[in-house]
């Protein structure tokens, strides 16, 4: 999937919504940033947590963000200037644009299941870190999904056409052992509920009703009408009281061994 600056600010008001305020919470409480730290963000996207963590390092220390979108880039570049210990750098997470143990920390959220070569993003996450530097790694399984629609068919068709924009929709199922062969020590393993019980458009489910619905059309011999209809649904349930949406997402905390 392509995020440009449409898709990149569609995901900045998303990434606003309460649901993943309450994800960025829970990184940073597993992460457990201090001042001075060098920490680096692998997928900033727009760059909220690399702000986030920014505000704990302080001038003193350093975050740099990485991401493979020159729109989501050019975002938080823009929204962010003025910090010199905030960067942010066009890269993909295979190959990561610094040294070895440059960093004390790293986040690197619902980014690896985008990523074709697993065992090269996590050689490179273990690279950069330095001997007893940690990590926080957060994922989705996207057969967790739980959405209310009155034509289920409808929507199994559309999940399923939804999942080719990943290269493992369900990769927290095999991440530890992943993280094990790539030299990690995994720690704290806990679940991140993301749950719409109404229907808001700028919510996480809100978002992805617009997203999925400029992706899928074409997949799985889905016609664009046909997938209109469903957001269309999806909507109405809303307006009646009767939508229902949840996702679960993974969260790793591994350490490279001092």
Same mark, same amino acid.
């Given at each position: 999937? !392509?995020?440009?600056?449409?898709?990149?600010?569609r995901l900045e008001v998303m990434y606003s919504a309460p649901? #993943?305020?309450?994800?960025?919470k829970a990184v940073l409480q597993a992460l457990a940033p201090r001042s001075a730290e060098r920490i680096i963000d692998v997928g900033s996207g727009p760059g909220?947590?690399?702000? =986030?963590? &920014?505000?704990?390092?302080?001038?003193?220390?350093?975050v740099c963000g990485?991401?493979?979108? =020159?729109?989501?880039?050019?975002?938080?570049?823009? @929204?962010?200037?003025?910090?010199?210990?905030?960067?942010?750098?066009?890269?993909?997470?295979?190959?990561?644009?610094?040294? %070895?143990?440059?960093?004390?920390?790293?986040?690197?959220?619902?980014?690896?299941?985008? #990523?074709?070569?697993? /065992? /090269? /993003?996590?050689? =490179?996450?273990?690279?950069?870190?330095r001997p007893s530097g940690r990590a926080v790694i957060v994922d989705t399984d996207w057969d967790s999904i739980v959405w209310h629609a009155s034509d289920l068919n409808l929507m199994n068709r559309i999940l399923r056409a939804w999942d080719e924009h990943l290269h493992d929709p369900y990769l927290p199922r095999t991440l530890s052992n992943k993280l094990q062969v790539a030299g990690f020590v995994v720690? !704290? @393993? +806990?679940?991140? +509920?993301?749950?719409n019980p109404s229907y808001d458009e700028n919510a996480i489910s809100g978002g992805l009703i617009e997203i999925i619905t400029s992706f899928v059309p074409g997949r799985q011999n889905?016609? %664009?009408? =046909?997938?209109? @209809?469903w &957001?269309?649904?999806l909507r109405a349930l809303g307006e009646r009281g009767e939508y229902f949406f949840s996702l679960t997402q993974f969260l790793f905390l591994v350490s490279k061994p001092g």
């Open positions: 999937m !392509q995020f440009d600056e449409k898709l990149s600010r649901d #993943v305020l309450g994800r960025r909220l947590m690399a702000a =986030e963590l &920014a505000d704990v390092v302080g001038q003193r220390g350093k990485v991401d493979t979108s =020159e729109s989501m880039i050019a975002l938080s570049s823009a @929204r962010l200037a003025g910090r010199p210990w905030l960067e942010f750098q066009l890269s993909d997470a295979t190959a990561l644009p610094y040294p %070895e143990q440059s960093f004390d920390a790293a986040v690197c959220v619902q980014v690896l299941e985008y #990523v074709k070569d697993i /065992a /090269a /993003a996590l050689s =490179e996450l273990y690279r950069v870190l720690g !704290q @393993r +806990s679940v991140i +509920s993301m749950f889905l016609s %664009e009408q =046909e997938v209109k @209809r &957001a269309s649904d």
